[in-house]
């Protein structure tokens, strides 16, 4: 699913225009990422619960040369 079915699914379920649900899902994917920079946590009930986890650094290599 890709973020135009989600808006499609806005609108087939509640009726608006196309434009007002697209602002409404960019609001909401927009406010997601705001939160999760700035290192809050997000728990949605019954959906899943998003947090940025610090990772170490990897070496990067190129298979072919090694």
């Known amino acids: 699913m ?7 699914e806005v ?3 509640t009726g ?3 434009t007002k649900a697209e602002m409404a ?3 909401v994917f927009e ?3 705001k939160a999760l920079e ?5 728990e949605l009930r019954g959906f899943g619960v998003f ?3 610090p990772r170490k650094t990897g070496i ?3 298979p072919r040369t090694g």
């Open 60 to 62: 990067g290599r190129n």
């Open 38 to 42: 700035q290192g809050d946590r997000i």
């Open 51 to 53: 947090n940025v986890k």
């Open 25 to 27: 899902v960019e609001t």
């Open 16 to 18: 608006i225009t196309k």
């Open 2 to 8: 890709i973020k135009l079915d989600i808006i499609n």
């Open 31 to 33: 406010s997601m990422k």
């Open 11 to 13: 609108v087939n379920r």
